[in-house]
């Protein structure tokens, strides 16, 4: 790196030359996040095959081989699931946050975070279950996408089309108000078209069939993309 520096201030001045090396470090942090995500889906499915194995041992009556598979997806989901300092969405920069509300404009950030609506949204670089995605908001001080608005619905299921991704949904359908609520009890007035509405279905959206209410939604063995939402 420190070569690097030396080269830039030697050619100090030198449009042409700042032009090439502002591409080349736009194209190496372009790689760093397409290997930092191969390497989180690495640990997913990783995760997902020593689950599926802890499962067997326990059928099978193996239980201190059941433990140490259960220690060893524990270990790497701490792994996954621990913020790296270059890694951490912009969107959690305060200063940085601010400045962009004081524009009207939405505002796409550097490491794919993106501003919308008011709210401020990171789609992490893995898939995981609803409860690891919960996990892993609140270590960036956010919380799984949570569906406010008409607005906001159509938004993120026009972005699962054309991202061809599904999205988990931090909210569960309660029969006794026949609305969709949040865990704390936050009732959301969305009106989903085209799907079931099941006593403690959790949701998702994904590009087929936009928001869709989920069977034992909270499973570990069930994963999606993860949209992590800051109110502010």
């Not at 409860?131 to 919380?143: A, E, T, Y």
């Not at 972005?159 to 061809?164: D, F, G, M, P, Y």
């Not at 099941?198 to 069939?209: E, L, Q, R, T, V």
Request: charged residues 35%.
């Amino acid at each position: 790196m420190a070569l690097v520096s030396i080269s830039i201030s030697a050619f100090s001045g030198n449009e042409d030359v700042e032009k090439i090396m502002k591409q080349r470090d736009k194209t190496v942090e372009q790689a760093k996040v397409k290997c930092d995500i191969a390497c989180r889906q690495a640990d997913v499915e990783a995760i997902r095959k020593l689950v599926a194995l802890q499962i067997k041992y326990t059928r099978e009556g193996k239980q201190k081989d059941a433990k140490r598979v259960a220690e060893a997806a524990r270990k790497l989901k701490k792994q996954l699931l621990t913020p790296r300092p270059d890694r951490i969405p912009s969107a959690t920069n305060a200063p940085l946050r601010n400045k962009i509300l004081k524009s009207s404009l939405d505002e796409q950030y550097p490491d794919g975070s993106f501003r919308a609506m008011g709210h401020h949204y990171c789609i992490l670089p893995a898939k995981m279950s609803r409860p690891d995605g919960r996990n892993s908001c609140k270590i960036f001080k956010g919380h799984v996408l949570r569906i406010d608005t008409q607005e906001e619905l159509k938004y993120f299921t026009k972005l699962a089309k054309e991202k061809k991704q599904a999205y988990w949904v931090d909210l569960d359908y309660d029969p006794g108000v026949d609305k969709w609520k949040t865990r704390k009890g936050d009732i959301k007035d969305i009106h989903p078209e085209n799907t079931m509405k099941i006593p403690g279905m959790g949701a998702s959206i994904n590009p087929k069939d936009g928001f869709k209410a989920v069977k034992n939604a909270d499973s570990r063995m069930l994963i999606a993309n993860i949209v992590c939402e800051w109110d502010k």
